[in-house]
């Protein structure tokens, strides 16, 4: 096996990959950096952002307010000390943007202009049109290549974490064209592999969205965090579950339910405010876990539209007019068009919630490194506590920015005077990966079919552990999703060959995701609380005083992973009540 | 790779292009008519010598001709090289020197007018 | 090394049959052989023109014939379609922005179609025609 | 709208190549039910899970903006996730881009555009280096509008699959790459122009173009590389006649 040696191994060449590279590059020309992705780097799904980025930049605004609307979004689980750290970085990271080139809308004058968003009390997300994720991507991928230092091995698939002395130190990966296996030896890693979305059968998520940077880290010995929280995006479109972003509502679209009556209203959200004139943090800019909770509700009541593609809400944006819908919302028409043949402009398009982000991941402090010394993770694969139980939409595009830079910095700090890795040490690792792929390939006695066993995965997520769960339900999942892991182990690899081998990655992204999955239903079902993106119909309320934590789940080979928790960080704002009612209480 | 030198040939193109999209059509109409034997009274010899023998006349002929002939040559190096005719630079010399000859024997009879 | 990428040379003679847009394309870069047969024509008619009135007249009357008309459709029809690809081409090339927005391409290239109708019908009258 | 989805048998017709097998592409047919509202990715999505689990393709956001799944379908570059099968009758045939190696099946190498995306500079090249604690470059909406249009390419190849310019003259630096250098040149935040004229101005660059046009045509963002090249060929004459007909003019 080739052995690639380099000072920083990166994992993931998304926003938050390519931030912490940008910044490897920047702070310390003398490093190698070595930049890992199974896809290109434009392929990554921070493309696929639509709304916008959150920082405080206009004279109205402050870092207090951003600082109250991200904790209390994210139900107090936040950690407060992260908040603190993230908003003042927030505006600096889209403002280094701005200089590479990010195209920004603009006001009049000439500044950079922003938008509301849900749950935000003031105007503070900027954007890009509704391409906002995409703009930010290609802006990093392209300041990328003037730097000689950051080395790309595009489409290679990361496999294991190679961990010697208690720290880790490279990685091994396959190069997916050619189907050999490499193994990087760094002085530090980082992941930032994304999210795993694609557990789930109905998500906004792309193909690539399977948690194979927090599995990596999980079976490695770091743990993952507040897996349970999983976002719905309250708005995605009923058949693909194609993102149609919360900037609609931010620019004054509404939720309607089959009687045309705009019941955010009777779910705390109200009063109503009038018609295409949105009013911050309340109706239809209230949070995303309690619009998609509405939503579930409206079901359960008979009020919702049955529409061919299943039971839907509608969101309309018609009052908005032609012009507004076409300078702030063009994909956002393009893709209602396309994929489900409703033009915004003349009607109500029938949405429902859709699977969407993980608040959970492998678990970081402020300085994004995890529990693995060596180890750093940033942007969606890491929970850095700083969206607690619930990301308020445009928290994550600078998530990545903030943190995925900070990874980079704390990788620096980290390497000084480290000696070189051990190869011989390092060996064994590699050989163990090289072993495991081998056994897929050779092994004749594969029962169960990869795409069988990934639906029962996603039928079972979906079914168990999804907006509101039941502690009966998760038994079920955790469960099932136990003995999905046990019988994974006999999955069919019917493709041998060597070459761009996807079957190969489907199974790999398969146990990556199972993996992903176990800490979800797990963490789900010892946690006997609803709070944020969490809500159980049996343990209706918020309760502080069991569950202000983290939970921390731990991989325990092919057992039943180990639950603990740890403390929420609380400085300035002690736990208090959501209030989306617009001041109207 | 070292900056081009096309504009030298491509700036007539485009200049070409234009005078042939905006004159020739209608210059052929008027040959046509006189094909068909309706000879309009602007083309007998009284009239075109006449224009022919302003210096403004000398000028439009001449740039029309000039630059249509250019640029037809030039777009037809690249139609060549489109039906797999590899040989560019042999190409590209017939044909400008086809249109520059064409443009000199076009000025040489402008001035014997 | 199990890699062996497989190379699809374009097939340099006969790639505009893969795709209509680009039989239209060579339809547009073909106008050029009758354009240029056309100012061959021309320079002809200049050096009869140079030689006094008898070679002018012999000159139109050489004009007249099937050939001559077989030959000036097909001029005819290249020049026109010349013309309309170069002036729907003009808002690609220099589009016009006006504030934040353009000014729509069909009003530019509508513009270059106006021109030329009042320049042909302009140079229609001066030769007589009406 | 609560009538069922339809379904439809859908024929595909696709090329296959398995390096270490095969010497030569071929095509391979698959049926497979499909709903009418799908597109040609998600007919191949349904191959892979249910009847071949050895067809390999790329493809991730099923939204047409992370530029994955660029195929040929019916001899035309485009995205399978845009691609609807009510566009389609009879066998549908799928191919890899056009003008790119293929490595399997579907999946081609991009290597070439990669490097020469990187060659074009495709990033802010700055006048005057502007600290953060600044602030924002000022930038109206009008200059911001001046080139954002370009700002769009998604860098998914089709525009390279559909020029023929490319296909004939692989050193073509090609529409994607030098339209992002137009991008960077009308960007009121950029200097970097005559650096990027290096590569642009060159026989490989804008000069290879002949305005075929086919790459605005199939460009699924809607980017018109066409009219970036014809725009860069006339400031690169002017560029030209500056530098070598204007006494002085050479800088």
């Known amino acids: 096996m080739e052995t690639i040696t380099t000072d920083v191994a990166i994992i993931g060449a998304g926003g938050a990959g390519l931030r912490a590279a940008i910044a490897l590059a920047e702070t310390a020309p003398q490093l190698r950096i070595a930049l890992i992705s199974k896809v290109y780097p434009m392929r990554s799904h921070t493309c696929a952002a639509e709304g916008g980025a959150a920082g405080v930049i206009k004279p109205d605004d402050s870092f207090d307010l951003h600082f109250d609307d991200t904790v209390g979004g994210g139900d107090w689980l936040s950690d407060q000390d992260c908040v603190e750290y993230f908003i003042h970085e927030a505006p600096k990271e889209l403002l280094q943007l701005e200089h590479w080139g990010c195209p920004w809308n603009r006001e009049a004058d000439g500044s950079v202009a922003v938008r509301p968003f849900g749950g935000m009390k003031k105007k503070r997300t900027w954007f890009a049109a509704d391409k906002s994720g995409f703009h930010i991507l290609h802006t990093l991928f392209q300041t990328s290549l003037q730097f000689p230092t950051i080395t790309r091995f595009d489409e290679y698939y990361a496999l294991d974490l190679l961990v010697d002395d208690g720290r880790c130190q490279g990685v091994t990966a396959m190069e997916m064209r050619s189907g050999e296996l490499r193994q990087f030896h760094a002085r530090a890693v980082i992941i930032a592999g994304g999210g795993a979305g694609r557990m789930f059968p109905f998500s906004t998520n792309g193909a690539i969205k399977t948690g194979d940077g927090m599995a990596m880290a999980y079976r490695a010995g770091a743990p993952l965090k507040d897996m349970e929280f999983v976002q719905y995006h309250p708005t995605g479109l009923p058949n693909t579950g194609s993102l149609l972003t919360e900037a609609c509502r931010g620019e004054g679209g509404v939720l309607v339910n089959k009687h045309g009556r705009r019941y955010l209203q009777d779910y705390g959200m109200g009063p109503e405010t009038p018609l295409g004139q949105p009013q911050l943090k309340t109706m239809e800019l209230g949070p995303r876990d309690r619009v998609s909770q509405a939503y579930w509700h409206e079901l359960q009541k008979g009020n919702t539209v049955t529409t061919q593609w299943g039971e839907c809400v509608l969101l309309d944006m018609r009052h908005l007019g032609e012009k507004k819908i076409n300078e702030r919302l063009p994909l956002v028409r393009e893709l209602a068009d396309a994929y489900l043949g409703v033009d915004i402009v003349k009607d109500a398009v029938p949405i429902r919630p859709v699977v969407h982000y993980m608040m959970g991941g492998i678990s970081t402090n402020t300085a994004a490194a995890t529990p693995l010394p060596g180890l750093f993770a940033a942007g969606e694969c890491a929970c850095v506590s700083l969206n607690g139980a619930n990301r308020l939409g445009s928290n994550s595009l600078v998530e990545l920015l903030v943190f995925g830079r900070r990874a980079a910095l704390s990788a620096i700090e980290h390497i000084a005077d480290l000696p070189a890795p051990n190869a011989a040490a390092l060996k064994v690792g590699a050989d163990a990966t090289a072993k495991r792929i081998g056994e897929l390939f050779s092994g004749s006695d594969g029962t169960e079919s990869m795409s069988g066993l990934r639906k029962e995965m996603q039928d079972t997520m979906e079914k168990n552990v999804g907006i509101y769960r039941t502690e009966a339900g998760l038994q079920e999942g955790v469960a099932k999703i136990h003995e999905l892991r046990q019988r994974y182990r006999k999955v069919k690899l019917t493709d041998k060959s060597s070459v761009f081998n996807t079957d190969l990655f489907q199974v790999l992204e398969l146990g990556s995701m199972l993996d992903c999955a176990e800490a979800v239903t797990v963490g789900a079902l010892a946690r006997k609380e609803s709070r944020g993106a969490h809500q159980r119909l049996d343990y209706v309320e918020r309760d502080d005083r069991n569950f202000l934590r983290h939970t921390m789940v731990h991989h325990q080979g092919l057992d039943m992973p180990r639950v603990d928790y740890l403390d929420v960080v609380i400085t300035k704002s002690p736990p208090g009540v959501r209030d989306y009612s617009g001041d109207h209480k | ?113 | 090394m199990s890699r062996k990428p497989l190379v699809r040379e374009c097939p340099p003679t006969t790639w505009y049959f893969r795709q209509p847009r680009y039989l239209r394309y060579m339809s547009r870069e073909i106008t050029s052989i009758f354009i240029a047969a056309y100012c061959v024509l021309l320079v002809v008619g200049l050096q009869r023109l140079s030689q006094g009135p008898a070679a002018w007249e012999g000159f139109l009357l050489a004009l007249r014939g099937p050939d001559s008309i077989v030959f000036h459709l097909l001029a005819l029809t290249a020049a026109f379609y010349h013309a309309t690809t170069w002036f729907n081409a003009t808002q690609k090339a220099m589009p016009i922005q006006i504030g934040e927005g353009f000014v729509p391409g069909n009003i530019i290239s509508g513009a270059h179609y106006a021109a030329w109708a009042v320049l042909s019908v302009a140079i229609l009258f001066l030769a007589g025609v009406f | 709208m609560t009538t069922p989805l339809k379904e439809r048998l859908v024929q595909l017709e696709v090329l296959r190549y398995n390096p270490d097998t095969d010497t030569e592409a071929h095509f391979q047919r698959y049926e497979v039910v499909c709903q009418e509202e799908w597109v040609v990715l998600d007919a191949l999505n349904k191959v892979k899970a249910d009847i071949d689990p050895t067809l390999n393709y790329r493809w991730s956001c099923h939204m047409a903006v992370c530029g994955s799944c660029g195929m040929m379908i019916n001899g035309e570059p485009k995205l399978s996730c845009h691609a609807f099968l009510r566009s389609y009758e009879g066998v549908i045939r799928v191919e890899p881009l056009a003008h790119f190696p293929i490595e399997r099946d579907l999946v081609t190498a991009p290597d070439d555009f990669m490097e020469k995306l990187k060659r074009v500079k495709p990033y802010v090249i700055s006048k005057q280096k502007k600290p953060i604690e600044e602030g924002e470059h000022k930038q109206t909406p009008a200059q911001l509008m001046k080139f954002r249009q370009y700002s769009m390419c998604i860098n998914c190849m089709l525009c390279y699959a559909a020029c023929p310019e490319y296909g004939l003259e692989p050193e073509f630096i090609g529409p994607a790459a030098l339209t992002l250098a137009h991008r960077y040149n009308l960007d009121s935040r950029d200097g970097g122009r005559k650096e990027r004229q290096e590569v642009a101005a060159t026989l490989e660059g804008v000069w290879t173009c002949t305005f075929v046009g086919a790459c605005s045509e199939v460009c699924p963002a809607h980017v018109d590389p066409a009219s970036a090249l014809q725009q860069m060929k006339i400031t690169s004459s002017i560029d030209w006649i500056v530098e070598h007909l204007i006494p002085g003019g050479k800088s």
């Open chain 2, 1 to 113: 790779m070292a900056k081009s030198h096309k504009p030298v040939v491509w700036f007539p193109f485009a200049a070409g292009g234009t005078v042939i999209a905006f004159f020739i059509p209608v210059i052929v109409l008027l040959t046509f008519l006189a094909a068909l034997g309706h000879v309009p009274a602007g083309l007998g010899y009284e009239s075109m010598h006449a224009f022919a023998r302003s210096g403004l006349g000398k000028l439009i002929i001449f740039g029309v001709v000039a630059l249509s002939l250019w640029s037809s040559a030039h777009r037809l190096r690249c139609t060549c090289y489109d039906f797999g005719l590899r040989a560019d630079t042999l190409v590209a010399t017939v044909l400008y020197v086809a249109a520059i000859i064409g443009s000199i024997a076009a000025a040489l009879f402008l001035l014997r007018i």
